[in-house]
């Protein structure tokens, strides 16, 4: 393979993987992961009319994010001191970085620029099947694509439908897992965060 096909290969996994981060991310209200892809989610009520704002970030002045929408559109969205942020875990703020993918929850002030209240970078919740697993790391094939999937310290699996655990052992190669966490953009690999199969 040249070196152009392996960088185009590369482009088009990408855009494929940004495009199911960002496209899974279309019920994201709650600020944990969990929460996040809740089935039936509810705002906060203090919260009179949301905007949502998704894409990438294209660029960080102080605490306004330039986001380009996936629909071709651009977005401001102001941090503030009580903006929940929410990458591969509830953190800060100042983890968030250019070319990261961004679901975000707020209000639209009168310039247009949207006051963030939630913010989740770089969420997934990918439908994958494992083909390789090792000690801390998945390989999934998603369609067409491989992915390798870092099994954070805290991931939980749920087997069948059961409650969550921190018990990984019993993922087999061949399973069908729906795979919950952060998109690594650096690499197109995963942070998984929860894993459920047989489900």
Known sequence: MTARHDRADGMRRR???????LGGATALYGLDAEAAFAAEPSLDPAIAKSTFVEGRITGI????????????????????NV?????VRATTAEVIEVGDGLYARGVKMPDGTVAGDA????????????RGIAKNRLHLALGQHELVGHVAPYASASYAGRALTSDLSRLRIGQRAQVLGAWRPSDNSVDVVRISVGH
């Open 15 to 21: 855009r494929f993987l940004t495009n199911a981060a």
């Open 61 to 80: 002045t102080g605490t306004i994010l330039e986001v380009a929408g996936s629909n071709g559109g651009h977005s401001r969205v102001q941090m503030t």
């Open 83 to 87: 903006t929940s942020v929410w990458k």
């Open 119 to 130: 913010m989740w970078v770089n969420i997934v919740n990918l439908d994958t099947q494992i």
